[in-house]
């Protein structure tokens, strides 16, 4: 059976790669630091030595549209172009393809529906940064096979925050029993508290650092009931208008395990919305 | 309420870099001609396959008409649409964050609920 080699959760902030390669006036005072706690991250998924990412995130209207909108979504396609026109333009993000592993995709979409998740799926799926920022953060090679699993977290009616640990449980209980001799990280973006089009954007920090408090202490500590027990979709409206990307968090918390304590947790207080990362190793820490 | 419609117009402009700056320098005359002609395109579709149902409210063609990004979020307009391009418009005559910050100051009178976004 397959190996979970790590679960990874992160922030993706789109900023990051024209931070971390500006030079000169152009780059930002806080990059340095920046760049530092992300090389410090990638490490945590090297020495795991993965050989394929599942990798959680969502569309941001790239691809998937009003017309068309699935809650659960996973791609199975031999490549994955990907970044957008209106993110190279906002981020200077750059383009990108990443090969797919269409063997793992087709494993979890069957058993992912045999188990009770109605996944949509696509075999052509151009990806955007909630993807590529972390294959730029933990794998710039971009060297390893993807199955992206996309979650709408943007529009209305969205799934429920217990349904995306649910699916988060189903994930590691399928990889799991992946009959491969590969080892598999399951990496998930999303977001802490974070204000987008809205009189909260652009602070000097996150919109709502007390809830960015809570959720950093719920998801390094694999506190699922106590993150459950306060968080709704009505709820994630107060600590700013786009926090329903911590859905993404929460299904990645599920993915690590309920009450399993991260092996390593680090945080960064940006302007604008607070990053933060997480590592799990499910057999153990790597020597 | 037409929301889905707006997102759509939002949607559509942002994606195409004629239109983006067709919208910039000539809001009325874009928005008139878009809702004339790609309101009721299913996107995806063959243009033959049209609706037949798709218009504005005046509220929100005016909001459009006058890049009004206040007046979109309060009719419930997706924020992340409209400020994704209006960034893509405005950012360029602005210093670092200085578009990004003024969009938000120009809403400080709004407070929780925000208006729903639902569509």
Known sequence: MATVAAVIASTHHPFYYRASTSTGADRPPFADEWVAKIEAFRQTLTRAEPDVLVMVGSDHFHQLWLDNMPQFLVGKAPFFDANWHNEEREFGLPRMRLAGDEDLAAYLLREGLDAGFDLAFSNELRIDHSVTCPIITLRPQADLPIVPVYTNIFAPPMPRPSRFVELGRALRRMVEAWPSDKRVAIIGTGHLSLELGGPRQFGPHGPDPEFDRKAVAWIANGDVDGCLSEVTLASLHAPGNATHGFMDFMLMMGAAGDGVKADYTDSLDLFHTMEAYFTWYPEGAPS | ?119
């Not at chain 2, 402009?13 to 983006?20: G, H």
């Open chain 2, 1 to 119: 309420m037409s929301k889905y419609l707006l997102d759509k117009f939002l949607y559509t402009v942002d994606r195409d870099p004629e239109l983006v700056e067709r919208y910039r320098e000539d809001p009325g005359g874009t928005v008139d001609w878009w809702e004339r002609e790609i309101a009721n395109a299913v996107l995806n579709c063959h243009a033959a396959e049209k609706s037949t149902w798709l218009a504005f409210e005046e509220a929100e063609r005016r909001a459009l008409r006058e890049h009004d990004h206040v007046a979109l979020f309060q009719l419930g307009a997706h924020p992340f649409l409209t400020l994704t391009l209006f960034i893509a418009m405005f950012e360029r005559d602005h210093g670092p964050l200085e578009y990004q910050i003024a969009y938000a100051r120009a809403m400080d009178h709004i407070t929780l609920p925000y208006p729903d976004i639902a569509t």
